[in-house]
């Protein structure tokens, strides 16, 4: 069984361009959450999906981020416009259950120049 | 609110020595327990956690943690590493019934032959 993927693996943007990552969560996995790492600090939530509705939103830092899940499959998260402090490594989990395991995926390191 | 502290940011050990990972949390509820770890290019993995019962929790790779209440810790030990453990390790809570992850900022174990 596949894990969770992101794409891209790695990005690097010039600050005020625009990126979005994707997320393709487990088969079957009804919740999606995404998290982000910046400058070797800790994990920090953004929000969780359950299918396509949004959870929780509460982690999310402004409103140049933007999550979407339609169809309740796989997840992006567009940074528009980017800007210095959004580089970081930006995680994506699912699980089945609501406060079941979470399987994270490999991360998308994002760079803002 | 929670928050956890992973006081070492790197801890290098020789090989088949024993290690500790240190991790204290803070929370005025009661929370569920985890350590996952991260290997080089790989997503995070869970290996262990304390949900309930026996305070003493073990991994495949014999990795252990204790919970202890008093202290709100939740150390990470292994009484003799190998290369293959060099990684880094996170340490998490999450509160019942809540979805989401508070983790510490991380400790890099680096084992050196």
């Known amino acids: 069984e596949a894990g969770v993927t992101q794409f891209p693996s790695h990005s690097v943007i010039e600050k005020g361009q625009t990126v979005t990552l994707r997320c393709d969560p487990i088969?079957?996995?009804?919740?999606l959450y995404w998290y982000r790492r910046v400058m070797g600090k800790e994990i920090k939530f953004l929000l969780h999906f359950v299918k396509e509705s949004k959870q929780d939103e509460s982690g999310m830092p402004n409103n140049r981020f933007l999550a979407e899940r339609t169809g309740g499959t796989y997840s992006t998260l567009k940074v528009q416009p980017a800007e210095l402090e959004d580089s970081g490594v930006y995680f994506c989990a699912s699980s089945q259950a609501g406060v079941g395991e979470q399987y994270f995926g490999p991360g998308t390191r994002l760079t803002v120049t | 609110a929670q928050s956890v502290t992973q006081l070492d940011s790197q801890v290098p050990v020789f090989e088949e020595a024993p290690v500790e990972l240190r991790c204290n949390y803070s929370s005025s509820v009661s929370v569920y327990l985890f350590w996952y770890v991260q290997y080089p290019n790989q997503g995070l993995q869970l290996l262990l956690k304390y949900l309930s019962g026996s305070t003493l929790v073990e991994s495949i790779n014999g990795f252990e943690a204790e919970f202890n209440k008093s202290q709100t810790s939740f150390h990470l030990r292994k009484p003799s590493v190998h290369i293959s453990d060099t990684a880094e390790y996170f340490c998490a809570v999450r509160v019942y019934n809540f979805n989401k992850f508070y983790f510490g900022s991380g400790t890099k174990l680096n084992v050196k032959p």
């Open positions: 088969s079957g996995h009804d919740n």
